[in-house]
T-cell receptor
Framework: DQQVKQNSPSLSVQEGRISILNCDYT??????FLWYKKYPAEGPTFLIS?????DKNEDGRFTVFLNKSAKHLSLHIVPSQPGDSAVYFC??????????????FGKGTLLTVNP | DTGVSQDPRHKITKRGQNVTFRCDPI?????LYWYRQTLGQGPEFLTY????????KSRLLSDRFSAERPKGSFSTLEIQRTEQGDSAMYLC??????????????FGNGTRLTVT
């Protein structure tokens, strides 16, 4: 039972354009969402997060949008750079439900930014 | 901040053997987590420590798996009688408090286990 779904295994964009990575979740108890980036042979690195009380959070070139009614979030990267090429994981947790220690991850989306 | 350190980076073992992995978290982080990642999947939660207390274990953690965190510093994950299905990347993470924007999980580079 995949509670966090990233339905696109891969995405390819041109340098300078926008990258949009999507994530859907099924557990309505999730109230905290994160994006991690992972390069080969390295552990995941925290990128950006959003609480369910917000619908948008921005950090430099990265913006995360949350649509609670649709149980959908997306990560926008503008402008995309070749160094952004990595696997991006969406993750979620139940921070107010007592399970704030546990992140549930999606399967990841491989982003390739072409020069 | 020297990051989360895991040792070894790679481990190849024969089925039936025991293996032990070590994780050194970021020094001021009192929370430590173990995750497992198999090919094509995202990391899956295994267990969680707050200081030296193991507060949660996933049902993925069979009785062949045991994790410890003596003195609330480094942690070890032992797998007894390894099976081929145990082949995976074992990731350790730590955080200062409960995961949040100001206290995200910091992951190590993992230990890749191959059981032949």
């Amino acid at each position: 039972d995949q509670q966090v779904k990233q339905n696109s295994p891969s995405l390819s964009v041109q340098e300078g354009r926008i990258s949009i990575l999507n994530c859907d979740y099924t557990n309505s108890m999730f109230d905290y969402f994160l994006w991690y980036k992972k390069y080969p042979a390295e552990g995941p690195t925290f990128l950006i997060s959003i609480s369910s009380i917000k619908d948008k959070n921005e950090d430099g070139r990265f913006t995360v949008f949350l649509n609670k009614s649709a149980k959908h979030l997306s990560l926008h990267i503008v402008p995309s750079q070749p160094g952004d090429s990595a696997v991006y994981f969406c993750a979620a947790s139940e921070n107010s439900g007592g399970s704030n220690y546990k992140l549930t991850f999606g399967k990841g989306t491989l982003l390739t930014v072409n020069p | 901040d020297t990051g989360v350190s895991q040792d070894p980076r790679h481990k190849i073992t024969k089925r039936g053997q025991n293996v032990t992995f070590r994780c050194d978290p970021i020094s001021e982080h009192n929370r430590l987590y173990w995750y497992r990642q198999t090919l094509g999947q995202g990391p899956e939660f295994l267990t969680y420590f707050q200081n030296e207390a193991q507060l949660e274990k996933s049902r993925l953690l069979s009785d062949r798996f045991s994790a410890e965190r003596p003195k609330g510093s480094f942690s070890t994950l032992e797998i007894q009688r390894t099976e081929q299905g145990d082949s995976a990347m074992y990731l350790c993470a730590s955080s200062r408090t409960a995961p949040s924007h100001n206290s995200p999980l910091h992951f190590g580079n993992g230990t890749r286990l191959t059981v032949t």
